[in-house]
Structure formats: C-alpha cells, structure tokens
C-alpha cells in the first residue's frame, strides 16, 4: 500500500504543478502533513539536495522523498508517478496541438495558468525564506484554506536566523557583485555553503 501511495500523491503532484519544480514545494509540504513522511524542516533538507544535484528539481524531489520512505523501490515508483502525468498531458496536446493551436479558448485557459504558476511558486519562495532565513514555523491548519506562522522557541528575540541570513548575504554579493567570483561554477558555491554549514553545525551557531 505505501508504494501505491507514493505513486498517487505523486502523480497528483506532477499532475496539478503547474510552473515547474518550485511550484510542487507546496504539494510536497502537504504530503509531508497528510501523510508524515517528512516535517517541514527535513523538506527544505530535500531542497536543498534536490536543487544541488543534476536533472529537473521536482523530479528529483519525488526520487528524495520515495527514497526516504520506501528505499530504491519507493524512489522509482514515485518518480514514475511524478512524470506520468507530464508524458500522458504531452501526448494528448502533441496530438490535439495542430487542431487547437489558434484556438482562443486554449489559449485563455494558458493565460489563466500563467498567475497560478506564479502564485505556486510565490508561496514555496516564502515558504523556503521563513523556513531558512527565520525562526517562524509555517504549519498547514487542519481546516481554512491559509497557513499558520507561529514563533519558533527564541520568541521575537530569535525571529532572524542570522547564520542563515548571512550566509544568504554573502552568496547574493559573491555570485552578483564581486568580480572575481561572480562568473565561478555554481558547484563551487555548493560546496562551499556545504562546508559553512558542518562547521556552523559544529559551533553549535
């Protein structure tokens, strides 16, 4: 039964996402609260793997999460549940496109489609900022249809993750502005925030 679960929430992410990989992230912090597979903080973990590895990011987000729940087996099937959706939508339009291409309802659909990509996307960027860059707890209530933020333990004194932010600063300055290191491969600032965070960790920051 979990590898038929994996492969429905899947399928309905890959389904419903509309916007590409950004736009599952709220998909996937509800599977992590319907199902508790994964908490919000392990999710941003996910993240932060999924966006440092090759390939599109919600495909690998889907390998991730299958994995972490049901190993190698749980990782196939629900990436094949991710992409299903795509390959079956792709050749119903490759197939239809010719005859519905100029047709102005199709193209009032997509243009409706347009602000929900960036309302999916909007709302796993603030999502990802609060997890990571501050202290606030963002939960999906049991009922209504709007998150809930709560403070973390460090109350309004704790509100900033000033390791977080910082390292955000830096990063933003060396890939934008500093000459030197603006142009270098995107792995070399990987690794790096890799190394930044096992000493933090270490510190206990």
Known sequence: MIYLRLFWEFFKTGLFAIGGGMATLPFLHDIGEATGWFTQAQLMNMLAVSESTPGPIGINMATYVGFTVAGVPGAVIATLGEVT?????????????????????????????????????????????????????????????????????????????????????????????????????????????????????????
């Open 85 to 205: 959706p795509s390959i079956i939508v792709i050749l119903i339009i490759a197939a239809l496109l010719r005859n519905f291409r100029e047709n102005r309802y199709v193209d009032r659909a997509f243009y409706g489609l347009r602000p929900a990509s960036t309302g999916l996307i909007g709302a796993a960027c603030v999502s990802v900022v609060l997890e990571v860059l501050t202290n606030i707890v963002v939960a999906s209530p049991e009922t209504g249809l709007f998150n809930q933020f709560q403070l973390g333990d460090g109350g309004l004194a704790g509100l900033i993750s000033w390791p977080g932010l910082i390292l955000a600063a830096v990063l933003l300055a060396l890939t934008n502005w500093v000459k030197p290191t603006k142009n270098l491969h995107p792995i070399v600032f990987i690794a790096a925030s890799a190394v930044v965070g096992v000493v933090f960790r270490f510190a206990g920051v």
